[in-house]
């Protein structure tokens, strides 16, 4: 069993085997129940703390017969319980390292009769920022494809497992937990989301093995992608750039703004390489929907060659923005 206490040391830069060299036996002892009890404290804490919000304004809200304000409260509650009160992972979370998010469902179409809804999604998840109330955006990203079938008769069932395919809802679900839980571990300790992109990538292909729609390989926005990129050897430096982004870039930012910008050029140039091997690539523009406000109020205070070549790789990689990434020359 791994605790996530393990994570709030490197959070404060301090790893546990530094520590104990630097105590007594009595102090190393103290360090070491604390831990276990711990551990043994938040065992059973659920990972995830989803908002979820179904938004029916597109769709008519009543037909004769069905209740279907009723059906959406029962979709939305199904849903929170999926990702609320699920264990998602074998390490030990407490209440206050839960990743927290948000999951918006815009209804397009919806057969409230027969469970038949057409809808896309608007999915995010957040980071705390150590020594700060600051949470940064981890991923954000929108799926224009997230339909699915809902019967309230037939709830969603907890018992997920990535190895076989229920629905399209609880494999629309369980791919984003898995690739948010990737984003989070990523950003903690180098290639520490590797088990959780192995299991989002299982989930797609069990989807696409069963025929559910929205799991191909056509528009190099559509979800696959993302765990493709994810999982490629080509995008590895970007995985370990942006924990040093996280680490040593934002967790550190109100010390040490120089060495904060440095950890940020890295991960763009680091960017740019794959760029130019993989145009567009989904994951870069992910990573840009989430962190474009962030690049710029890192770079707005920095000197007029760190200015300069943050507007050049930025406008390069993020071209839709470079109006806005143009106010750093003024």
């Not at 229920?166 to 937990?177: E, K």
């Not at 984003?183 to 903690?188: E, I, L, N, T």
Request: proline content about 2%.
């Amino acid at each position: 069993m791994f605790c996530r206490y393990h994570q709030k040391f490197r959070i404060l830069g301090t790893e546990i085997v530094i520590l104990q060299e630097k105590t007594s036996k009595m102090n190393k002892l103290k360090i070491l129940v604390f831990l276990f009890f711990a551990c043994l404290q938040s065992i059973s804490a659920q990972e995830l703390q989803f908002e979820v919000i179904i938004n029916d304004r597109q769709v008519a809200t009543s037909q004769v017969g069905v209740n279907n304000k009723e059906i959406v409260q029962t979709l939305q509650k199904n849903i929170t319980d999926f990702f609320n009160n699920r264990k998602w992972t074998n390490d030990a979370f407490e209440p206050n390292e839960k990743i927290k998010g948000r999951l918006q469902i815009n209804l397009v179409q919806a057969d409230f009769a027969s469970g038949i809804f057409k809808a896309n999604a608007q999915i995010q998840a957040l980071r705390p920022v150590y020594n700060t109330a600051y949470e940064t955006i981890l991923f954000s990203y929108v799926d224009r494809n997230f339909n699915f079938n809902f019967l309230a008769s037939q709830p969603l069932d907890l018992n997920f497992n990535e190895n076989v395919y229920f629905s399209n809802l609880s494999s629309l679900l369980g791919y984003y937990a898995y690739i948010i839980l990737a984003m989070d571990y990523d950003s903690f300790s180098k290639n520490g989301g590797k088990d959780y992109v192995e299991k989002a990538f299982i989930v797609a292909n069990t989807a696409q093995g069963a025929g559910a729609e929205g799991w191909g390989q056509g528009d190099i926005r559509d979800r696959f992608w993302l765990v493709e990129n994810l999982q490629s050897q080509q995008m590895q430096g970007i995985r370990e750039a942006l924990y040093k982004y996280h680490r040593k870039g934002l967790d550190i930012y109100q010390e040490k703004r120089g060495e904060a910008r440095k950890a940020t050029m890295e991960l763009l140039q680091e960017m740019n390489k794959v760029a130019q091997v993989r145009p567009n690539s989904l994951f870069i523009n992910v990573i840009f929907d989430a962190k474009f406000q962030e690049f710029y109020n890192i770079f707005k205070d920095g000197s007029r060659e760190e200015k300069q070549e943050a507007y050049t790789l930025l406008s390069r990689l993020d071209p839709a923005r470079a109006n806005f990434y143009a106010r750093l020359l003024q």
